[in-house]
T-cell receptor, first 112, second 117 residues
Framework: EPEVTQTPSHQVTQMGQEVILRCVPI?????FYWYRQILGQKVEFLVS????????KSEIFDDQFSVERPDGSNFTLKIRSTKLEDSAMYFC??????????FGPGTRLTVL | AQSVSQHNHHVILSEAASLELGCNYS??????LFWYVQYPGQHLQLLLK??????LVKGIKGFEAEFIKSKFSFNLRKPSVQWSDTAEYFC???????????????FGAGTRLAVHP
């Protein structure tokens, strides 16, 4: 059964460094999402992406964040200058068209 | 703005006990409703979903949920839990009237279920 995959599973970085979190959505899906879950808190929407552009973003998704689908298979989330409060589990999801989103295993980002 | 409330943050049950996890949402329009489960060390998996039709939906592993529109609720139930049901359970909604699949999911805070043998 096809799955969403994410790499790395755990990323440790220093504050102020750039990180890129990678996701490979399910191949025939058209809609892509990033969510995050700070430890002990709820899963929060960050951004949705369709037809090579952002379709919606949350207030969390400020200028430090960007997303890209560089090659038709990967979907990346970049954080330009990480802050301590960016430490969280980041989940990628994809959907074919009818609102059912399939989630990846997540990347745990630790900012020191 | 949409919001989702899950009433129980931690639930502890013995095997064979019945389970009901509450979920209420706040949104004036038509919604799609979901329950996701996250087993320890694993990713979010869809348990069941409601888009339209029969308000009693059945999911995987013996779970079911009932949509009560008048109460804005979508409670998850299982008649007899097993130790392997130990996990975190998330209720989520998105707005149905937005076209396309780019609807964000709004999640509840989650309920951590521990089932003791």
């Amino acid at each position: 059964e096809p799955e969403v995959t994410q790499t790395p599973s755990h990323q440790v970085t220093q504050m102020g460094q750039e990180v890129i979190l990678r996701c490979v959505p399910i191949s025939n899906h058209l809609y892509f999402y990033w969510y995050r879950q700070i430890l002990g808190q709820k899963v929060e929407f960050l951004v949705s992406f369709y037809n090579n552009e952002i379709s919606e973003k949350s207030e969390i998704f400020d200028d430090q964040f960007s997303v890209e689908r560089p090659d038709g298979s990967n979907f990346t989330l970049k954080i330009r200058s990480t802050k301590l409060e960016d430490s969280a589990m980041y989940f990628c999801a994809s959907a074919p068209q009818n609102n059912e989103q399939f989630f990846g295993p997540g990347t745990r980002l630790t900012v020191l | 703005a949409q919001s989702v409330s899950q009433h129980n943050h931690h639930v502890i049950l013995s095997e064979a006990a019945s389970l009901e996890l509450g979920c209420n949402y706040s949104y004036g329009g038509t919604v799609n409703l979901f329950w996701y489960v996250q087993y320890p060390g694993q990713h979010l998996q869809l348990l069941l979903k409601y888009f339209s039709g029969d308000p009693l939906v059945k999911g995987i592993k013996g779970f079911e949920a009932e949509f009560i529109k008048s109460k804005f609720s979508f409670n998850l139930r299982k008649p007899s839990v097993q130790w392997s049901d130990t996990a975190e359970y998330f209720c989520a909604v998105n707005a149905q009237e937005r076209t396309g699949g780019y609807n964000k999911l709004i999640f509840g805070a989650g309920t951590r279920l521990a089932v003791h043998p």
